[in-house]
């Protein structure tokens, strides 16, 4: 099972070593993780995500802010895209490594269009609860992309500190 599949579900198929600068290899951490719409099943992925991300000595601040962007895409998945059906499954695929940490999540729904949200910091919209996750996600991370259907989101962190 591949939920989302699309342009975006191939795009971290590469091997676990790279050419660097000088045409050094660098080592990537690479994995796809498979759970069902369950907040419960979702720690794992995150906490194996931090772990790695740790693993290539990134700051506090750059592990904080992947780790609320990854769960905030995590639940924007279960709840929006699955619609919490514990029948269906998220996918989860990483390639981190000491520049940059590229992680997609994908789920089985239906999709939506991201330009639809409204804008949650707009005064209208401040007591509404929709658009907080997707506004995080873009504040947190360098890049946050959606695949044409709208249920595969692809987020990157560079880190500055190996730049």
Same mark, same amino acid.
């Given at each position: =099972?591949?939920?989302?599949?699309?342009p975006?579900? %191939? =795009?971290?198929?590469?091997?676990?070593?790279?050419?660097?600068?000088?045409?050094?290899?660098?080592?990537?951490?690479? #994995?796809e993780? &498979?759970?069902?719409?369950d907040?419960?099943?979702?720690?794992?992925?995150?906490?194996?995500?931090?772990s790695a991300?740790?693993?290539?000595?990134?700051p506090?601040e750059?592990?904080?802010?992947?780790? &609320?962007?990854?769960?905030?895409?995590?639940? #924007?998945?279960?709840?929006h895209?699955?619609?919490?059906?514990p029948?269906?499954?998220?996918?989860?695929?990483?390639?981190? #490594?000491?520049?940059r940490?590229?992680?997609?999540?994908?789920?089985e729904?239906?999709?939506?269009?991201p330009?639809?949200?409204p804008?949650c910091?707009?005064?209208?919209?401040?007591?509404?609860?929709?658009?907080?996750?997707? =506004?995080?996600?873009?504040?947190?991370?360098?890049?946050?992309?959606y695949?044409?259907? %709208?249920?595969?989101?692809? =987020?990157?962190?560079?880190?500055?500190?190996?730049?």
């Amino acid at each position: =099972m591949t939920p989302g599949g699309g342009p975006y579900m %191939g =795009m971290l198929d590469r091997t676990a070593f790279q050419a660097g600068a000088g045409g050094m290899a660098s080592e990537s951490l690479i #994995n796809e993780l &498979l759970f069902p719409s369950d907040l419960v099943a979702a720690r794992q992925p995150e906490q194996e995500i931090v772990s790695a991300l740790q693993r290539f000595r990134y700051p506090d601040e750059a592990v904080f802010a992947i780790k &609320l962007a990854v769960e905030e895409a995590i639940v #924007n998945a279960i709840k929006h895209g699955n619609r919490s059906d514990p029948a269906k499954y998220i996918s989860i695929r990483y390639d981190i #490594n000491a520049t940059r940490a590229a992680i997609l999540v994908a789920d089985e729904g239906g999709g939506f269009c991201p330009a639809s949200v409204p804008d949650c910091t707009a005064d209208e919209n401040l007591d509404r609860a929709s658009g907080r996750g997707i =506004m995080l996600m873009r504040a947190y991370m360098d890049q946050v992309h959606y695949s044409c259907r %709208g249920n595969v989101v692809r =987020m990157v962190k560079f880190n500055r500190t190996q730049s």
